[in-house]
């Protein structure tokens, strides 16, 4: 079993600390907190190191991994910002760092290419996460971290999650309670355009294409031209699937529920007017924003209840769609890749 430590106590959070801090420095690989969901972390200068991590995911080795540094400085060490894109990069790690927002910017020769399985970019960040800023500052090296789960299935949020995903295959968990966002930071690239830069998403996330329309050009890349080898290598589309087959309603009246069959739903708001929560004997129900429906709040509960739902042992779970706009597009974007696999 792994051991895990928490971090609710001063006195609890710097033994955390200093146990991860070693690890790491040691060569090994430690599960952490961060905003958007947990991390499978190691140095990511190391490559021995971050080979642990592709083999306590089973992650294949064509899945680059993003790369989290412990200050912003620290961008030109692992990054060759171009010039024609210094001072909108330059705005945006101002504006948006410490956060959930990933950059995809050329890489410099230090980083090793297990960690951006080849390309010659790196995607980078800084995460927000009290704890996992003191394992940065700790460590003071940039550090890799995937999602702490095996490849393929749901991001985890607790570290009851990374429990389920990885005990017995990692030398330790930190624990730093729930994520914050709840799902996994947008990731985007920049270029220079006239008037403004383009800034592209190549993965939906916490920091919406509103949140970025003040840094430049938002362009969304449209999933049927998304190049998987260059562009978003990790965004295959079985990505995000629980084990059991989820299907997305789009509308109510489409389900006919199978004589014998087991359902579970997954309701946005819960609301019975719009006809899926009274629709049938469902196995069990879980609403992810009560009310009014409130995107954010879905979010934080959003793979939480997908790994709930996932482990009842139905035959199915419904989803319900929810508005695509802000974190929505985020949400549905994962849905419909879960749909896809079965
Ligand atoms: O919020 C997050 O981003 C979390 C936390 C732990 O930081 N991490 C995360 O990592 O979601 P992961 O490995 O599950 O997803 C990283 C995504 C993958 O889809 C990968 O293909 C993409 O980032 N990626 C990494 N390097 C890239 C690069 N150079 N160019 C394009 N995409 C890249
Ligand atoms: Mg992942």
């Known amino acids: 079993m792994t051991p895990i430590l928490q971090t609710d106590t001063g006195p609890l959070l710097h033994k955390a600390v200093e146990e991860a801090a070693r690890l790491l420095k040691a060569g090994e690989v430690v599960a952490l907190p ?22 306590a995911k089973e992650r294949p080795s064509f899945d680059p991994l993003i790369v989290h540094l412990p200050n912003k400085k620290m961008l030109d060490e692992v990054a060759e910002v171009p010039e024609d894109i210094r001072a909108i990069v330059q705005k945006i790690t101002e504006k948006m760092w410490p956060g959930p927002l990933t950059l995809v910017l050329p890489k410099k020769a230090c980083v090793p290419d297990i960690v951006t399985a080849g390309l010659p970019t790196v995607a980078v960040r800084m995460s927000k996460n009290a704890v996992f800023r003191r394992v940065a500052d700790a460590l003071g090296k940039p ?32 624990d730093g309670g729930a994520c914050l966002c709840g799902i996994e930071s947008t990731i985007i690239k920049v270029e220079a355009g006239s008037p403004k830069p383009i800034i592209t998403i190549l993965r939906p996330g916490p920091i919406t294409p ?7 050009k938002v362009k969304h890349l449209v999933r049927s031209v998304i190049d998987e080898a260059t562009d978003a290598p990790g965004q295959l589309a079985s990505h995000y699937a629980p084990r059991t087959p989820l299907r997305l309603l789009s509308k109510p009246e489409d389900f006919t529920p199978e004589p014998g069959k087991r359902y579970a739903l997954m309701s946005y708001r819960g609301d019975a007017s719009d006809g899926y929560t009274g629709l049938t004997e469902w196995v069990h129900v879980q609403i992810l924003s009560p009310g009014k429906g409130k995107l954010p709040e879905a979010a934080v509960r959003f793979f ?23 974190m929505g597009i985020a949400m549905m974007d994962k849905l419909r890749r879960a749909a896809v696999k079965h």
Request: hydrophobic share 50%.
């Open 210 to 216: 509103d949140d970025l329309k003040a840094f430049g």
């Open 143 to 174: 550090i890799a971290a995937p999602s702490a789960n095996r490849f393929g299935s749901i991001s985890p949020t607790s570290a009851n999650a990374v429990v389920d995903e990885l005990d017995g295959r990692i030398p330790l968990i930190i």
């Open 304 to 326: 939480y209840v997908l790994r709930e739902l996932d482990g009842l042992g139905v035959d199915e779970i419904i989803a319900e769609p929810m508005f695509e706009h802000g």
């Open 34 to 55: 961060t905003e958007t969901v947990y991390g499978l972390a190691a140095d990511a200068l190391n490559p021995a190191a971050v080979a642990k991590i592709f083999e």
